[in-house]
């Protein structure tokens, strides 16, 4: 059996010693999904300064489409542009930043009133231009 | 928010039901409440893979938040495949998971799943023991698939041999389906894996 054990990454239980229920649990939780929830949490809201200056357009010409709703603009209708040039209406898109601060179709990422969010969302900014920095230069160096 | 969910889930239900996959019959989708927020899905077993000929059950939650958020799928339909749960039905597919986006809708959720039976992802399995199996032992992974298939999604392909093992369990006094889960597990080892259900 010993060969089982390994497959799965576990270890017999050694003379005297139980199982361990509490991981069991946690296993069975898992599979089931229920930590699922726990990791959705949003990012805070875009601040009131972003919100704010967010422009309107005026459309000019039908055909395309609000990927919120699925509702076809038409010609004169207004949508809200976010900075990605992402469109939507001003009723579909409002409700979902007033709860988050990406864009819901390419989850580009605008600025936040939470000071910890906004520290850490930098953070995550400048690890991705290092990379790309570094991508550049290897790029030059052996292109 | 459940509004906008609401009002969502009616216009892409009347685009499932318009789209050309339904008149294949390879997709289906049916409300099971006027709120919109449980559905059923259906896909068939894509062709050329073990899964075809099978009609596969999907339970959908759409949760308050969507389309901002994915809906919850669950295969209802018990099935051997890498990346869904053999146990729970749960799927490991990124667009259910962080890569999902706005714009995409329950008739591109089925359609990705339909794909996901085509092409499985073995090095990011929802199911170990499927995915080892897979990685390890392809042919034997095929006829597991495809016996799953027949006995739980009313796929032709019955395999006699597999049938005729599981009897010999069901005769010890093993449940049905305990006895087709070890014995896909140990690659029909009727040895091994009676020494699993006695142990
Ligand atoms: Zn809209
Ligand atoms: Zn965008």
């Known amino acids: 059996m010993a060969d089982y054990f390994e497959e799965m990454g576990w270890q017999p239980l050694a003379e005297g010693q ?7 649990f946690a296993r069975l939780l898992r599979d089931f999904n229920i930590f699922d929830g726990l990791s959705e949490k949003l990012p805070p809201p875009v601040s009131k300064k972003v919100l704010e200056s967010i422009p309107t357009i005026t459309l000019e010409q039908d ?25 939507f209406h001003n009723t579909c898109i409002l409700p979902w930043l007033t709860k988050t601060n990406s864009c819901p179709l390419c989850r580009q990422e605008m600025e936040t009133d939470d000071e910890d969010y906004e520290a850490f969302r930098k953070e995550k900014m400048r690890a991705k231009q290092r990379e790309s920095d570094i991508e550049n230069l290897h790029n030059s160096m052996f292109s | 928010m459940a509004n906008i969910a609401a009002q969502r889930i009616k216009r892409e ?3 499932v039901i318009k789209s050309e996959e339904v008149a294949k019959c390879a997709i289906r989708v049916e ?11 259906e896909i068939a077993g894509p062709p050329d893979t073990p899964y075809e000929g099978g009609t ?32 729970t039905g749960a ?15 329950l008739r591109t959720v089925l359609l990705s799943l339909q794909a996901l039976l085509s092409a499985a992802e073995p090095d990011d399995p929802q199911d170990a023991v499927v995915a ?22 009313g796929g032709p392909n019955i395999n006699k041999d597999c049938d005729d093992k599981i009897r010999r369990l069901a005769d010890m006094g093993i449940e ?24």
């Not at chain 2, 799927?91 to 809708?105: E, R």
């Not at chain 2, 080892?132 to 992974?141: A, D, G, I, T």
């Not at chain 2, 049905?176 to 699993?196: G, I, K, M, N, P």
């Open chain 1, 18 to 24: 139980a199982p361990n229920h509490y991981l069991h």
């Open chain 1, 63 to 87: 055909g395309k489409q609000c990927t919120i709703c699925l509702k076809e603009y038409c010609k004169g209708d207004t949508a809200k542009q976010l900075p990605c040039k992402h469109l």
């Open chain 2, 13 to 15: 239900f009347k685009e």
């Open chain 2, 31 to 41: 409300l099971l409440n006027d709120t919109f927020t449980e559905l059923k899905g």
């Open chain 2, 56 to 87: 596969f059950v999907l339970e959908i939650k759409v949760p308050e938040t969507y389309p901002f958020n994915p809906p919850k799928v669950r295969f209802v339909t018990k099935i051997w495949h890498p990346n869904i749960s053999s146990v």
């Open chain 2, 91 to 105: 799927i490991c597919l990124d667009i259910l998971k962080d890569q999902w986006a706005a714009a995409m809708t």
């Open chain 2, 132 to 153: 080892k199996q897979y990685k390890e032992n392809n042919e034997m992974f095929q006829i597991t698939a495809r016996h799953w298939t027949n006995v739980y999604a």
């Open chain 2, 176 to 199: 049905e389906h305990q006895a087709r889960v070890a014995l896909s597990s140990y690659d029909w080892e009727l040895e091994r894996a009676t020494e699993q259900l006695f142990s």
